[in-house]
Structure formats: structure tokens, C-alpha cells
């Protein structure tokens, strides 16, 4: 249970960089690394800036949020998930409540006379 609750309310990003419609390198924990083109393009292309709109190289980030609020309070639920809270909770509760007789009825009657010893005569022994 403590890794459901682990896992449903961590966050975590995924980086990716692609270089054209190939996917060059992804990172959970930090950036990713490039595969170069950048910097080419930007050097070659400093004296025709209309160029550099033609970048085949692009980065994306792919953000996954966690569930922040874990309180689901009692007013939130369906009136039949009410119902099966209270009368679940009911039933569950009463299994523990205790008798109130302490009489023990056989008390007053001596066990029985063992003639043979039962256990010797079918051999069966406890181990």
C-alpha cells in the first residue's frame, strides 16, 4: 500500500530531444544531451537568418503530476458508497463486542475415565 501512495503522488519529468522524427536521447533526471546539430546550424547560418527557421532539431518535456490531495472526505462520496461505509463499519464493530455470560456450564461434571490410552493403542503420535 505505502508504494501506491508512493507512486500516485510523485512527480516526475521526462526530457526528450529529437533530431528530425528520430529520438535522439531521453533523461528522467536532468537535461538531455543534444546531438550537436545546434550548434552547426547556428554557426552556419549566422550571415542568412531566414535559415534558422529550419531547425530539425527540437527538445520536448513531458511533465507527469502526482496527486497532491489525499483527503477524500466523507461528504464526497455517493450516497450508496455512504450507506456501505456506515453499515461495513457497523458489521465490522460488532464482531468484537463480548458475551456478558461468564457462566461455564460444564463445571460442575469430572472428565472422563480414560480405560485405555488412545493414542498408544492406533500408534498415533504427535511430533
Do not use: W
Given at each position: 500500500m505505502a508504494f501506491v501512495v508512493l507512486f500516485s503522488t510523485m512527480s516526475f519529468t521526462i526530457?526528450?530531444?529529437?533530431?528530425?522524427?528520430?529520438?535522439?536521447?531521453?533523461?528522467f533526471f536532468h537535461n538531455v544531451?543534444?546531438?550537436?546539430?545546434?550548434?552547426?546550424?547556428?554557426?552556419?547560418n549566422?550571415?542568412?537568418?531566414?535559415m534558422k527557421k529550419?531547425?530539425?532539431?527540437?527538445?520536448?518535456?513531458?511533465?507527469?503530476?502526482?496527486?497532491?490531495d489525499l483527503k477524500n472526505t466523507f461528504?464526497?462520496?455517493t450516497f450508496e458508497q455512504q450507506v456501505f461505509v456506515a453499515s461495513f463499519t457497523y458489521s465490522y464493530?460488532?464482531?468484537?463486542e463480548g458475551t456478558t455470560s461468564v457462566e461455564v456450564p460444564f463445571v460442575d461434571?469430572?472428565?472422563p475415565f480414560?480405560?485405555?490410552?488412545?493414542q498408544v493403542l492406533h500408534q498415533t503420535f504427535l511430533i
Open positions: 526530457d526528450m530531444h529529437y533530431c528530425g522524427d528520430n529520438l535522439v536521447d531521453f533523461s544531451e543534444t546531438c550537436g546539430m545546434e550548434k552547426a546550424q547556428i554557426t552556419s549566422c550571415e542568412k537568418p531566414e529550419n531547425n530539425c532539431c527540437s527538445d520536448e518535456q513531458l511533465v507527469i503530476e502526482g496527486q497532491d461528504s464526497t462520496l464493530l460488532s464482531l468484537f461434571y469430572p472428565p480414560v480405560k485405555r490410552d488412545v
